[in-house]
C-alpha cells in the first residue's frame, strides 16, 4: 500500500494510491492517519473509493508534515564511513531535526547566502507507526508504518563549526521527503533497494539499503531505549557514499541544480536548489 500527503484544493489530505488515481481519507495528512491504532484498515477500505485526484495531476507535500521526532543516523552505509576516514560504529551516530526543516518531495528548496557548502545526502526514511518503548528489534519491526524517501541536504560549513552537527542538519524546508510512504509488505529495504542521487542527471551516490551498518528496525530499537517513538515520527537512516564534501576537490550544489533522489520501489524527490547570491 501507498498512502501520500496532497495539496488538494489548497487543503493538506492524507490519501492512498489506487492503480485509478489517489483517494482521499478523512485525515489531514499521514502523520494523522497514523494516529489511529486501525490505520491500515481504514486505509485499505478505502482503497475502492472515489478518486480525488490522478495521478498526473497530483500535487504532494511532505508525507508526514508535523512528526514529533525526526530523528537522523549518521555514518550508518559501510561505503560512506569508510570514504570518510573512520571506522565501523558500534553504536548509532544520532543526531535530530526539527519539523521545519521538512519540505515537499517536489519543492523548490531555497537558501539565503548563509551557507556557501551545500551538500546532498540521499536518504531512506522510516516512519514508526505504533507506540514503542524499549522495544526489540523484532518489536521494532512490526511497528514501522513504511517507508519513503529523503535527502538530508547538509551545510557543511555551519557543521564544521562545532563538533555538534545540528546547526548545519536543521536549516528549514532544506529536508525533502516523500512522495510517498509505502508500506513493508510492499518494500523490504533490508533485502536491498537500490538508492541514487544525482545532480543535474550526473548520478553522484549509488547505494544499496542492504550494506546499511544498522537497518531500521535496529535503529528504531536502539532510538527507544531512551526516548519513546510514536506513529507519524521519522527516522533518516543515514546516506551512501558519493557526498559532495567527500570528492576531491569538494563540490557543493549551487542555484538553479537539479537535485533528484531516487529509492527503488518507492520513487523520487525533484528539487530545484535557489540560492541566493
Same mark, same amino acid.
Given at each position: 500500500?501507498?498512502l501520500? *500527503?496532497? %495539496?488538494?484544493d489548497g ?6 494510491e489506487?492503480s ?11 502523520g494523522d492517519?497514523?494516529q489511529?491504532?486501525?490505520? !491500515?484498515?481504514?486505509a485499505?477500505q478505502?482503497?475502492?473509493? %472515489?478518486v480525488v485526484?490522478s495521478i498526473?495531476?497530483v500535487?504532494y507535500?511532505?508525507v508526514?508534515?508535523?512528526p514529533?521526532?525526526?530523528?537522523c ?5 559501510? %561505503?560512506?564511513i569508510?570514504? &570518510?576516514?573512520?571506522?565501523l560504529?558500534l553504536?548509532? *551516530?544520532?543526531f535530530?531535526?526539527y519539523?521545519d526543516s521538512?519540505a515537499?518531495?517536489f519543492?523548490?528548496l +531555497?537558501f ?11 536518504? /531512506?526514511a522510516?516512519v514508526v507507526?505504533?507506540e514503542?518503548?524499549n522495544? +526489540?528489534?523484532?518489536q ?14 547538509s ?5 564544521? !563549526? *562545532?563538533?555538534?552537527?545540528?546547526q ?13 510512504l509505502?508500506?513493508?509488505d ?9 538508492i541514487?542521487?544525482h545532480v543535474?542527471?550526473e548520478?553522484v551516490?549509488?547505494g544499496?539499503?542492504s550494506t /546499511?551498518?544498522?537497518?531500521s528496525?535496529?535503529?528504531?530499537s536502539?532510538? +527507544?531505549r531512551?526516548? *519513546? ?5 521519522v527516522?533518516?537512516t ?6 559532495? &564534501?567527500?570528492?576531491?576537490p ?12 531516487s529509492i527503488?520501489g518507492?520513487?523520487?524527490? !525533484?528539487?530545484l ?5
Amino acid at each position: 500500500m501507498r498512502l501520500a *500527503t496532497l %495539496d488538494i484544493d489548497g487543503r493538506s489530505q492524507a490519501a492512498v494510491e489506487t492503480s485509478r488515481g489517489f483517494v482521499g481519507l478523512p485525515f489531514s495528512n499521514v502523520g494523522d492517519l497514523l494516529q489511529v491504532p486501525r490505520w !491500515r484498515e481504514i486505509a485499505e477500505q478505502n482503497l475502492s473509493g %472515489d478518486v480525488v485526484v490522478s495521478i498526473s495531476e497530483v500535487t504532494y507535500l511532505a508525507v508526514v508534515t508535523e512528526p514529533r521526532k525526526v530523528i537522523c543516523c549518521g555514518l550508518n552505509y559501510r %561505503d560512506h564511513i569508510l570514504e &570518510m576516514g573512520r571506522d565501523l560504529p558500534l553504536f548509532p *551516530t544520532l543526531f535530530t531535526k526539527y519539523a521545519d526543516s521538512l519540505a515537499a518531495p517536489f519543492a523548490e528548496l +531555497s537558501f539565503g547566502s548563509e551557507s556557501t557548502e551545500i551538500d546532498w545526502e540521499a536518504e /531512506l526514511a522510516v516512519v514508526v507507526g505504533a507506540e514503542v518503548k524499549n522495544c +526489540s528489534p523484532e518489536q521494532a519491526l512490526s511497528a514501522i508504518a513504511g517507508y519513503t524517501i529523503s535527502n538530508d541536504i547538509s551545510m557543511r560549513d555551519w557543521q564544521r !563549526r *562545532t563538533l555538534q552537527w545540528f546547526q548545519g542538519k536543521a536549516f528549514d524546508t532544506s529536508t525533502p521527503l516523500g512522495p510517498v510512504l509505502v508500506t513493508p509488505d510492499e518494500c523490504d529495504p533490508k533485502a536491498g533497494l537500490i538508492i541514487t542521487c544525482h545532480v543535474n542527471g550526473e548520478e553522484v551516490q549509488h547505494g544499496n539499503t542492504s550494506t /546499511l551498518v544498522f537497518d531500521s528496525a535496529a535503529l528504531i530499537s536502539y532510538i +527507544s531505549r531512551f526516548t *519513546t517513538l510514536r506513529p507519524g515520527d521519522v527516522i533518516l537512516t543515514g546516506t551512501p557514499s558519493g557526498v559532495g &564534501m567527500a570528492q576531491t576537490p569538494p563540490k557543493f550544489l549551487r542555484d538553479g541544480d537539479v537535485l533528484v533522489t531516487s529509492i527503488e520501489g518507492i520513487g523520487e524527490l !525533484r528539487n530545484l536548489i535557489s540560492i541566493d547570491n
